[in-house]
């Protein structure tokens, strides 16, 4: 049986075999095993192929990129688990909220922080949609403006760091880079890191924002009406008064927990699975600082642990291990604060039940992803044993207007694929194959891999099949129509695209930062 027929019988089998409901990991798994089975059979595949298996997915399953995945997931899982969403928001709204647009404009912030701290789509639709959408309603705002700003932040997740999608999206772009320019003849390219995407993502996400930031702003000058301001009163008619200390703890603190975490990867002081533990271990103190069992003397020892993290980041950056001597005794009671804190804070979370639901899910989630990262390479091997990279570099390289041409291809293909399939499996099945051509024909890794990122999170979005829309209708009251839903996605869609075609158009808004960074 020939290669061609081989490849499209692969290819039914595993649209068919994700449509059908199927655990995808298993279709990745199952589907090019029996290929290749059937290939075997006939003559048209080597099993040899498929003895690199084992040490290749030995390979993925220890690289030190996949293992800060587990530590960000706990992260975003404890941050999801607490009350902290919810004060962010009812913070964020009383600050803004008395000027027109202002609960739209707290949305748009909020969604922003939780993206930068949680990464979790489904978990931050879910929670701004219970927790803004009755506060928008009560305040007369358009369910169309309203339903279109809570879902179109509630996915910045995919693009602003640190986002799991990116710490895969790394993985990938790296070894397609690698292989590409191999291809091209370049023996000593560079690798591509997480820090490379963190740094290139963030002035995009940062563009996002503002975009929906300004539309929020057009909005309430052309229909005022659709935004109008609130007034935060007391029981006896004053003005309500925003407690500094409350400003504080729902919005500075998760800030500076980003911060931390981001500008320790950014800075190179550490690697993203030790700027990940350092999150997982600030999100349990921020969660304990909310037990109902936090005394005063723990939750003094809970705040004293921020400045003692930022201590050891400092001391890291001064050589560590090789610091000065006072340096080295200061990191010495900042770590001993460090452990204190979050000891007691894991030890109050198993108590209070937030540690333990946290953990299996996080166990779970991992699993499966670690399933459809098997199912992915072995998809690959079989793939290439077949020669479809072959095929797929020469479709590329023949299409008219070069690498313009062939990258437009390619981002077509990831949207539509991104309505039926997650980003997870996009990443691990399309990077390996239109990566290295692309990459051997001259394509910056970052720019490609932010531009997917971009296309993924828009796909989130577009109906009929956005999954951010999904998220939305299972908390959005049975009053809210479907179809008001899709209308109102619309013009945050335009917005997307938008910024995807100045990123296209314009490669140093998302190649500048890197460059001035590590270059």
């Known amino acids: ?28 798994i199952g589907m090019p095993t029996l290929i290749a089975l059937l290939g075997a059979a006939t003559g048209g595949f080597d099993l040899a192929f498929l003895n690199a298996f084992p040490s290749r ?33 009812l913070t964020a709204g009383a600050l803004f909220g008395e000027r027109r647009g202002g609960l739209a404009y707290a949305v748009i912030i909020v969604g922003a922080l939780l993206a930068a701290s949680t990464g979790v789509i489904a978990a931050t639709i879910f929670m701004l949609g219970m927790i803004a959408l009755p506060a928008m309603t009560d305040a007369n705002y358009s369910p169309r403006l309203a339903t279109g700003v ?4 509630g996915s910045l997740g995919q693009i602003i760091p640190p986002s799991i999608l990116l710490i895969l999206l790394a993985d990938q772009i790296s070894s397609a880079y690698q292989t590409g320019r191999r291809a091209a003849g370049d023996y000593a390219a560079d690798p591509v890191s997480v820090g490379d995407l963190f740094a290139g993502a963030l002035l995009p996400g940062l563009l996002l924002v503002s975009l929906y930031l300004a539309y929020v702003f057009v909005m309430a000058i052309l229909k005022p009406e659709n935004c109008p301001p609130i007034k935060n009163r007391n029981a006896d008619g004053s ?37 990940a533990a350092l999150g997982a ?24 642990v921020f400045p003692a993290a930022f201590v050891l980041v400092v001391v890291k950056a001064f050589g560590g291990a090789n610091a000065s001597p006072l340096l080295m005794a200061a990191g010495a009671i900042a770590f001993t604060i460090f452990v ?48 479809g990279d072959e095929m797929v570099t ?53 720019w490609l891999a932010i531009l997917i990122s971009m296309n ?37 869609i335009l917005l997307q695209m938008v910024a995807l075609g100045l990123i296209a158009v314009f490669p140093a808004i998302a190649t500048w930062l890197p460059d001035v960074i590590y270059n």
């Open 150 to 153: 809570i879902c179109s932040a």
């Open 456 to 492: 993924l999170q828009m796909s989130f979005l577009t109906p009929p099949f956005g999954y951010a829309l999904f998220y939305f209708r299972s908390v959005a009251p049975p009053s809210l129509k479907t179809k008001e839903i899709y209308i109102s996605i619309i013009p945050f």
């Open 239 to 275: 003005v309500q008064k925003l407690d500094p200390g409350e400003v504080v703890r729902a919005l500075i603190v998760p800030l500076a927990l980003i911060l931390l975490v981001l500008g320790s990867i950014l800075g190179g002081i550490a690697t993203p699975t030790e700027s």
């Open 57 to 89: 997915a030995f390979g993925l399953l220890t690289n030190p990129i996949l293992m800060s995945v587990p530590l960000f997931v706990i992260m975003g899982g404890l941050l999801e688990k607490s009350d902290i969403a919810r004060r962010m928001m």
């Open 1 to 28: 049986m020939s290669h061609e027929i081989l490849l499209i019988l692969l290819g039914i089998g595993l649209f068919g075999g994700i449509l059908s409901g199927a655990p995808v990991s298993f279709v990745l």
């Open 281 to 304: 271990a600030g999100a349990m103190i921020m969660v304990a600082m909310d037990g109902k069992d936090a005394s005063p003397w723990r939750g003094k020892l809970y705040i004293a």
């Open 340 to 387: 204190c804190g979050v000891v007691l804070a894991m030890w109050q979370e198993m108590r209070n039940g937030h540690l333990s639901p946290v953990g299996k899910e996080t166990a779970l989630n991992v699993s499966m992803l670690m399933l459809i990262v098997l199912g992915a390479v072995m998809l690959s091997l079989v793939f290439r044993g077949l020669g």
């Open 394 to 446: 020469e479709f590329l390289d023949g299409l008219p207007g070069g690498n313009a041409t062939a990258l437009l291809a390619v981002m077509v293909v990831i949207f539509f694929l991104g309505f039926v399939i997650e980003y997870v499996e996009i990443i691990f099945i399309v990077v390996p194959v239109a990566g290295p051509p692309l990459f051997a024909a001259g394509v910056d890794p970052v």
